[in-house]
């Protein structure tokens, strides 16, 4: 698997990052973009709100979870589900899995070759496999 994007894209990139993907380079998504792919990181949208609210720029909750949707469907990010309330955005959108802590709500990478899933089922009629997401939950021992 390629991935489109290899953080970290440097500032002066990101435009053009953006318009590769089919995405109009707003100051906004420019912005976000920003924070998203200056490293492999895995950021919740209110992380990266919490993020521009640091670096004094003014982008409306709207603004970042639609950017972030946007991005995720252009394949820019990779959206990450760890339970029915919890998004990550993962910046690495190579073929990996994760491990989640739920006592700590951090994401950690591991690659597929470590869970290898020989048989899949058959897709109902009418449709194929698009992918294949790995979460495994963990704990801190006590």
Do not use: M, W
Not at 11 to 22: E, K, N, S
Not at 98 to 117: E, M
């Amino acid at each position: 698997d390629k991935s489109l994007v290899t953080p970290p894209v440097p500032r002066d990139d990101v435009a053009t990052v953006l318009l590769q993907a089919g995405v109009s380079p707003t100051p906004q998504r420019i912005e976000i973009a920003t924070i998203l792919l200056e490293r492999t990181q895995h950021l919740s949208a209110e992380q990266v709100l919490a993020k521009l609210s640091d670096a004094d720029t003014a982008v409306s909750k709207a603004t970042v979870y639609n950017t972030l949707g946007l991005f995720a469907e252009r394949g820019l990010v990779r959206e990450v589900r760890v339970d029915a309330t919890r998004v990550f955005y993962d910046s690495n959108t190579s073929r990996h899995y994760h491990f989640y802590n739920v006592d700590d709500g951090v994401l950690i990478d591991f690659p597929t070759a470590d869970a290898v899933i020989k048989e899949l089922p058959v897709p109902p009629a009418g449709t194929c496999t698009d992918s294949v997401d790995v979460v495994i939950r963990v704990r801190n021992q006590s």
